[in-house]
Structure formats: structure tokens, C-alpha cells
């Protein structure tokens, strides 16, 4: 059987010329069962069943989700009871040095508030895959804070699709630092009046490394409300392509989207796609979408060197700006700084050079 699948499919296919409809790849033949390494929330609660998975329309698609049911890992379920909204994140630690595939399920009841914290790390010459489903009922939020800081050899697939029922609200927040062939997927279907998402993205891309991103909001209920923001830098030869699409069903009156890519290309050769769609079914909406792309500019470049900041490290001082933006964002003090001292940090000159090459 042969694993090359297509991931990160557009909603609807534009000119094959531009090659942003979707992406073809070989998955492993096989993976080893990645369980986490997890400090728990103490008012969260591990299942034993989890979700109808064949229920969740995914970011990266048909033919991935089918790879990972034959598969037949069974998911871990991370669960927060019906009113319980106590803030503390739940921690969850991957790495590995082999193919390896990690599947959860994060169930968000009536009223509730669960957090989940994601940090990626390892798979040397190695891929990983991580497939996660989202529930949210009547009034819960899910919040989930996700880091990228692979080895720059590995290659990693991150598939999400989530359900959000009335008043429902799911939040997050993605950091890509380095890893050689990223792919990030995100599907939300907004099935309740009312209900919200944002995704807020954060990515530095250094030599030949791919990134490759696919978000999709199902707009279904009324008064609905999604974001999809992205910013980060491209160096090198890198190469990245930003899907995101704003989907107003019919039946979503009153209902809010925005989608925007912003992007600072720091060498000639890189490779920057950036599709921003919007998807109307529906007459009485708002749809903003839009990207900034462009280099660091004269201005810029005139205040760093009046103050002594050579051009290249002003450059790179700029592209760590733009991860330092979504983990300051991050709603959890403990996370934030975590996030901030390990992977954004303020730093010197050679550790900023560090990051931005992708090198641990």
C-alpha cells in the first residue's frame, strides 16, 4: 500500500500553476505509538473513551485521517468536567528519535475551561505526527499552546479538528522555531450560535525548511466569531505556504471572520505562498482578509545601525520579534515565560542566531 497522500487540501482548488492546493507526501510505513510525557492538571481528568474521531472533518485531511485510523492507536483523552474552570495548564512533553505518531483527544464540557500546553522536541532524521480532536459543549473554552523546536533534520505533521457547540470558544496558539519539513493543519467546525476561534501562529523558516499550513473555520452558527492570524520570517531558501480560509455557510447571520498573514523575507531565494480565502454562503456577514508581505526596511535599518546593530543581527532581532508576539499573547503567566526563556527569549547575539537557524 502506498503512503503518498495529499494534506492540507483548499476548500476550493484555485490554478494548479500556483501549487498552494494542496501538498503530496510519504508518510511511514510504520510508527512507533508516542505516549506522553504529561504533568496533569489537577483539575483535569484522563478518559478512557474518547471521540467518534470519524466524526471531525481535520486540517490536513481525508487521506491523513485514514493513514492514522489504520494505524489503530488508541487515543489518549484529556477531560475537564461539566463548570469546572480552574486556569491551571495541563503540560504534555513529545520526543522521540524514531517515526512516531501521538493521537489525543482534549473534551471540554458543559461550562468548562480546559488548558493543554504542547511542547515538541527531538525526532532526529525522524518524522512525527500528532492527531488531535477537540470537543467543546454549550459555554466551555479550550485553550492549546503548541511549540515546534525539532531537530532541523525531522519532519512533522500536526493535525487538528475540533467542534464547537453554543458559546463554545476555542483558542491557539502555534510556535514553529525549527524542524526541516513542518505541516500544520486546523479545521474548526463552528456549530453553535455564538461560538469562537482563533488561531494565532508564530513561524521563523531558516536554510531549506518547509512550512506548510492549512485553517479552516466552518462558520455554521449564528453570531459566530473566528481570527486566524499568522506572522513570522523567512531566511535562506526556505519555503512556506499559508492557507486560510474563512467558510460563512449558510444560515452563520451575523457573523464575523478575519484571516491575515504577515511575513518579513530576509533573503531573495526564499519562497513565500500566502492564500487568504473567504467562502460566502451567507448575505448579512464580515470577512477581512489580507497579507502584508515584504524585508526589513530602510528606516529600520537607519535606527539599529545608529545604535550599532549590524544589519544581520537587526534582521534576525526582527524575525524572533514575531514569535515573541504570539507567546506573549499566551493567557497563562507560567506557559508564557516557559515559552518566552526557552524558545523567544531575549537574548544575545549568538543565542538569537541560534534560534533562527533552526539548531538546538
Known sequence: MSNVVKINNLPVPTWRWLKVNDKNVQLPDSVNALSPNMNLAKAAEI?????SRADYETGLGADFDRYINDLGLKASVIAKKAGDTDPEYTWIKYNADADSAAVLDLVAEEGSVLNVFIYYTGFEGAAGLSDIRIDAAEKATVNLVEVFRLDKTATFYSNI???LARKAGFNLSQIV???DDINLGVVTDMIGDKSTHNIDLGYLRADESDLDVNYVARQRGKLTESHMMAGGALKGFAKKTFRGTIDFIHGCAD????VRDN???????TVNRTVPLILCAEENVEGEHGASIGKVSDDELFYFNSRGIPEEVASEMLAASKLEAVAGRINDSRVREYVLSRVC???????????LDGNE
Do not use: A
Open 177 to 179: 522555531v525549527s524542524g
Open 161 to 163: 479538528g475540533t467542534k
Open 263 to 269: 511575513v518579513l523575507l530576509l533573503s531573495p531565494d
Open 255 to 258: 457573523s464575523k471572520g478575519e
Open 345 to 355: 527569549r531575549k537574548c544575545d547575539e549568538e543565542d538569537r542566531k541560534c534560534i
Open 47 to 51: 478518559r478512557e473513551n474518547g471521540l
